[in-house]
């Protein structure tokens, strides 16, 4: 579904993105690992447009995607949960739903894709006319999933989905993740908490300084020791 060749991405004469190939296949769930700083959200915000590549391409669907406007990468199905969340905190929790939805225009599919997120996500129709700024960062994550559906997304991008949750609400959005890729959803999600994304993902890409430099079946990783030593603290 998602082919990655030889992506270069610059910040001035820093090169945040060294030329790095990735793939992900139609169904399945894929993760970038790596600390701050080894380009994993760059990565994300080429691949949606929302950042000039210096060289490379991108492909989605057999399509190259590498020149196209941010909202057309949406239009053909690509889209992205950023990092923090980001939700309007003025606007209720369905107005954030709405706008999720601009680009369609299907009123009764709009109204679908708001039930479908509001039924992952229970907490999220008992909350639909709170103003999203009073929600709980767990619940502004639920939120920011949810908006992300309103367009029927093929691929799902989410950029650090763990990051400020508590353990126990981090399974619960990883156990929704899960439900949407069982349902068909294909995702590709940056993570720093290796572990909850090893263990979520069929694949996944090790990211160090710009470059990918390992790779492979996530089951297998997980018990790599270089893997283990870096990211997940030696014994799992």
Request: aromatic fraction near 6%.
């Amino acid at each position: 579904m998602l082919e990655i060749r030889d992506l270069k991405v610059r910040y001035g004469g820093i090169t945040a993105v060294d030329g790095i190939s990735l793939t992900v296949n139609d169904h399945e769930a894929v993760s970038l690992i790596g600390a701050n700083g080894a380009g994993k959200t760059t990565t994300l915000h080429a691949i949606s447009s929302l950042l000039k590549i210096a060289s490379g391409k991108i492909f989605f669907d057999g399509v190259d995607i590498t020149s196209l406007p941010a909202d057309k990468i949406v239009q053909m199905g690509i889209v992205q949960v950023p990092e923090g969340r980001q939700v309007f905190t003025k606007l209720s929790v369905e107005d954030n739903l709405k706008m999720g939805a601009y680009l369609e225009r299907d009123k009764a599919k709009i109204k679908a894709n708001m039930e479908f997120g509001m039924n992952l996500f229970p907490i999220i129709r008992e909350r639909r006319k709170q103003t999203a700024g009073t929600l709980s960062g767990g619940e502004q994550q639920m939120l920011a999933i949810c908006r992300a559906l309103m367009t029927s997304p093929k691929l799902l991008l989410l950029d650090e989905p763990s990051m400020g949750l508590s353990p126990l609400m981090t399974q619960e959005v990883f156990k929704v993740l899960r439900t949407l890729n069982e349902q068909g959803t294909t995702i590709f999600l940056i993570e720093q908490n290796a572990y909850e994304a090893l263990e979520f993902t069929d694949r996944a890409y090790i990211m160090e300084s710009g470059r990918i430099t390992l790779e492979g079946r996530s089951a297998d990783l997980l018990n790599d020791e270089r893997v283990r030593d870096a990211y997940l603290g030696g014994d799992v």
